[in-house]
């Protein structure tokens, strides 16, 4: 896979990480070595659930970020991720799950240099995908288009062939093994397999449990 971009940088701080208001924190994440870390790292490609990922995450009362604008646009930063180290690579160690853009093209990185780290897959059926992301033209951006040779943004209709191809390449590449979430499941079964993950106070297991689950960006399907 690819990298490197043109497009103007815009910092991750524009990325909200502050706990959803009525929850404590669990345990509250630190910048630090993100080798040690064990830091939930979601591969599963854009429009698959992963703003409702994020604000799940946020509502158990930890950090979530969603699209690492930094690294998107940064092609030397990314390649120091990849290699697992350089200066702004430890900005991740603040987070307790990533998500998006880039992290659907890391999962080698992540396996090989931070092991400690857990990853997981969100996903939807191949078809209601491509719906969604020609309903939202411009999700991946042309960081997407660049991993798996799209020939968008904007997803049009006749791309369908081109959105498809992505998706079994990414299943079969990268999701293949992992554990899956499936956002379109049932509300109890996606909280807990996300409190399995995180280190979560029974309290706030209890409160989250009796939640409805995050449905963010709706149209056309959860984000």
């Not at 890391?106 to 857990?118: M, W």
């Not at 904007?154 to 992992?178: F, K, Q, Y």
Request: hydrophobic share 35%; aromatic share 6%.
């Amino acid at each position: 896979m690819s990298s490197g971009s043109d497009t103007p940088r815009r910092s991750s701080n524009e990325e909200s990480v502050r706990p959803t208001r009525g929850l404590m924190r669990d345990a509250p994440s630190q910048v630090g070595r993100l080798e040690e870390k064990q830091l939930i790292v979601n591969v599963g490609l854009p429009r698959t659930g992963s703003t409702s990922l994020c604000e799940a995450v946020r509502q158990l009362g930890f950090r979530a970020l969603h699209v690492w604008y930094a690294g998107e646009h940064d092609p030397e930063l990314l390649e120091r991720l990849r290699c697992g180290r350089g200066p702004g690579v430890e900005e991740l160690s603040q987070y307790d799950l990533v998500t998006d853009t880039p992290f659907y093209a890391l999962r080698e990185t992540f396996e090989r240099n931070f092991p400690q780290s857990r990853l997981i897959c969100t996903t939807r059926p191949c078809e209601d995908w491509i719906e969604s992301m020609i309903a939202h033209r411009s999700a991946g951006g042309a960081f997407l288009a660049r991993e798996y040779g799209l020939p968008g943004p904007p997803h049009l209709r006749n791309h369908a062939t081109a959105l498809r191809r992505a998706w079994i390449r990414h299943h079969d590449e990268v999701a293949s093994g992992l554990l899956t979430l499936d956002l379109r499941g049932a509300d109890e079964e996606r909280w807990d397999l996300l409190i399995s993950l995180l280190r979560v106070t029974e309290e706030n297991a209890l409160r989250c449990r009796a939640m409805p689950w995050p449905q963010l960006n709706q149209r056309r399907g959860p984000a």
